[in-house]
């Protein structure tokens, strides 16, 4: 069983910079697509970007490409989101998820943190 704890959000002002944990326990984390995920007020989980098992990276709507970054540190066991730039759109619940295959699919995504509350402020 993986567990994922997502950690690092909080308010800040519009334009401001957050960034946001995840880490997992398991001897197996290196072996998964790491994955982050939003979901705002009464919307649909959307998909935010992806760092495969070799470091291939993806991301997910075009609003935030270019002002967020994943990374991940297999020797850690954790992954990170560095959002820059930060909107009021970006408001949500911030999810860690774990994948078997590389995909932007939430449904592929084996495993799941709690999230976490990132709230931008205008």
């Known amino acids: 069983q993986v567990q994922l704890v997502e950690s690092g959000g909080g308010l800040v002002q519009a334009g401001g910079s957050l960034e946001l944990s995840c880490t997992t326990s398991g001897p197996t984390f290196s072996s998964f697509v790491m994955g982050w995920f939003r979901q705002a007020p009464g919307k649909e989980r959307e998909f935010v970007a992806a760092?495969?098992?070799?470091?291939?990276?993806?991301y997910g709507p075009d609003s935030v490409k270019g002002r967020f970054t994943i990374s991940r540190d297999n020797a850690k066991n954790a992954v990170y989101l560095h959002m820059n730039g930060l909107k009021p759109e970006d408001t949500a619940v911030y999810y860690c998820a774990a994948s078997p295959i590389f995909t932007e699919r939430s449904s592929n995504y084996k495993y799941w943190g709690l999230g976490t509350q990132v709230t931008v402020s205008s």
């Open positions: 760092v495969g098992v070799t470091g291939a990276l993806t």
